[in-house]
């Protein structure tokens, strides 16, 4: 069983749209994450939610909006997508006072 | 300056060797350190985790902490070509990054030559 699943894998859309990507955790962790990772390789803190709570907001767009339905889940919508948030898309998810995040798969966003 | 630092190689070094990687930070507030692997198209997993200062040892792999010279690094002894993939340090001030997440190095591409 995967226990941090993102979707879809893959993601090519144009500029102008508006798109999500889903995140599901069956760790019963309670913290989830989104990470963005650029073209160099390097992974940055989007967002993070404990409890249904937003905890943190990096200096991300407000084009990007978390969305949390429950506590396994922790989707991501960007509106108005831009050339430059082409990147993979990373979830995490954490459980209170452990040390490992687990990581999904990632979701490589291209926008043309 | 950026909060931590990695080179990102490519390093490439012929199996069997001992591999050297290392970071270095500036934020004094870090005490969790850990190393994350990531093959490609992958997601990073944990490799190994140390709280504050000293050495740990898991198998191949070594992992070591200064605090007070701000540099981590990560031996991997009897270098596999499974070994191969790109080596990202992390480190925060909470257990597991707490609500800030992790703070992330650029990582390191390492090549295991067969």
């Known amino acids: 069983d995967t226990a941090v699943s993102q979707t879809p894998k893959y993601l090519v859309t144009q500029m102008g749209n508006d798109k999500s990507i889903k995140c599901e955790q069956n760790?019963?962790?309670?913290?989830m994450y989104w990470y963005k990772q650029d073209s160099k390789k390097f992974l940055k803190i989007m967002f993070s939610?404990?409890?249904?709570?937003?905890?943190i907001n990096e200096t991300v767009p407000n084009r990007f909006s978390p969305k949390s339905p429950d506590k396994a889940h922790l989707n991501l919508h960007i509106n108005s997508l831009e050339l430059g948030d082409s990147a993979v898309y990373f979830c995490?998810?954490?459980?209170?006072?452990?040390?490992?995040?687990?990581f999904g798969q990632g979701t490589r966003l291209t926008v043309v | 300056q950026k909060e931590v630092e990695q080179d990102p190689g490519p390093l490439s070094v012929p199996e069997g060797a001992i591999v050297s990687l290392n970071c270095t930070y500036s934020?004094?507030?870090?005490?969790?350190f850990m190393w994350y692997r990531q093959y490609s198209r992958k997601g990073p997993e944990l490799l190994m985790y140390?709280?504050?200062?000293g050495n740990k040892e898991d198998g191949r792999f070594t992992a070591q902490v200064d605090k007070s010279s701000k540099y981590i690094s990560l031996f991997i002894r009897d270098s596999q070509p499974s070994d191969s993939a790109t080596y990202l340090c992390?480190?925060?001030?909470?257990?597991?990054?707490?609500?800030?997440?992790?703070?992330f190095g650029k990582g390191t591409h390492l090549i295991i030559q067969p």
């Open positions: 995490a998810s954490r459980s209170g006072g452990d040390t490992e995040a687990f």
């Open positions: 760790l019963g962790h309670d913290t």
């Open positions: 939610y404990n409890n249904k709570e937003l905890i």
């Open positions: 934020n004094s507030a870090f005490q969790y």
């Open positions: 140390t709280y504050s200062s």
């Open positions: 992390a480190m925060s001030e909470y257990s597991g990054g707490g609500a800030d997440g992790l703070t």
